[in-house]
């Protein structure tokens, strides 16, 4: 999705990381391999950076200043709620979530592009008082929500799957509200597409709520 | 001998004394696995100092070994140990995160890539970066 993006912007002192929160031995390899981006893909088996600028999901992202100053705080990366109004056999969606997801996805792009093209004075890019107000917040569960999780990636790599196992489920318990946590756990103990009816029926249990949280950005749909 | 994992580290300790919760360090073991040493002020980390509270050194000192789990709590940070307590994970608390973020200062880290080269955020410095999640699942 950001290769095109990255090659367009470059040359005008623009980076992208991407960073698979994933741990299935080679599971983000065949991605990324046929992918073959040309930016930094780093693998996150631990979730650290979920721990670090609290993620719950993907895509999630962060901008980043050339001084290494967070102007955007963590937020879904132009991704939209449309897929849970596709048809789970065909996987086609209905014609107006196709382009609201498509609308979000090209807003996020093209406010990027202000951003390297404009600094600071991008209106996509937030004062330090908005961007602290936009800061996520842990909890202290969240908190211990990662040190199980993290424990619970060592021991399964050690060997010790089923208390590994354990560890990542107390981690969901902890920090219901990442979906990055429930699923790769799920990934773990099921087999591809036999986790996808769980999926789902953790996506309908939200009911009214989203999947991923408004943008707050102008122009938005 | 158990192992200890930080947010940065992963130490194996050699001297390590496991007693229900306490895990009794060497004091060069607990500045290896932690960066926190035992001075005369108390215990301390870069330019911060945190007091042994008066007449309670016996729960975090023990000849010269120190009580690495009862330092993590007192210091109010989340700590989990594996059933057999060969594995510890010593977090970060959420209190710690929140205002790592609300400085505004992207928090460094350095993961591997594909081919197990390490690549830190900090060595982009000087460019725009968008840091994005992404996974297979």
Request: glycine share 6%.
């Amino acid at each position: 999705m950001w290769q095109a993006l990255y090659e367009e912007l470059k040359d005008h002192g623009f980076v992208v990381i991407a960073v698979a929160l994933d741990s299935r031995e080679g599971d983000p390899l065949p991605w990324i391999e046929a992918a073959a981006p040309s930016y930094p893909c780093l693998i996150d088996a631990d979730h650290r950076l979920a721990d670090l600028y609290h993620m719950v999901n993907v895509p999630q992202a962060v901008w980043i200043d050339e001084h290494g100053m967070i102007v955007r705080p963590t937020e879904p990366a132009g991704a939209y709620e449309g897929f849970r109004r596709m048809d789970r056999v065909t996987r086609e969606m209905p014609a107006d979530a196709a382009r609201m997801t498509a609308e979000t996805k090209a807003t996020y792009l093209n406010a990027i592009r202000d951003w390297v093209r404009l600094g600071r004075t991008s209106r996509h890019v937030f004062d330090a008082e908005r961007a602290r107000a936009r800061a996520p917040r842990h909890t202290e569960d969240v908190a211990r929500a990662h040190v199980a999780f993290r424990l619970g990636q060592h021991l399964i790599r050690q060997g010790q799957a089923e208390e590994g196992d354990r560890w990542l489920a107390e981690a969901s318990r902890l920090h219901p509200d990442s979906w990055a946590m429930w699923r790769q756990r799920a990934g773990v103990t099921e087999l591809g597409l036999a986790a996808q009816p769980d999926f789902w029926a953790r996506v309908d249990a939200l009911a009214e709520r989203r999947y991923y949280a408004p943008i707050d950005m102008e122009g938005m749909p | 001998m158990a192992i200890l994992i930080t947010d940065t580290t992963e130490t194996i300790l050699s001297d390590a004394r496991v007693e229900g919760e306490r895990l009794w360090l060497s004091s060069s073991e607990l500045e290896a696995a932690t960066g926190w040493s035992s001075r005369p002020e108390g215990f301390c980390r870069e330019s911060i100092c945190v007091p042994i509270p008066p007449g309670r050194e016996r729960e975090f000192l023990r000849g010269d070994q120190i009580d690495a789990a009862m330092l993590w709590r007192h210091l109010g940070q989340p700590l989990e140990h594996s059933e057999d307590r060969g594995t510890w994970v010593f977090g970060t608390s959420a209190a710690d995160r929140a205002a790592a973020l609300s400085s505004l200062e992207a928090p460094d880290f350095s993961l591997p890539d594909p081919s197990g080269r390490r690549h830190s955020l900090s060595q982009h410095r000087g460019k725009k970066v968008l840091l994005v999640s992404w996974a297979s699942w």
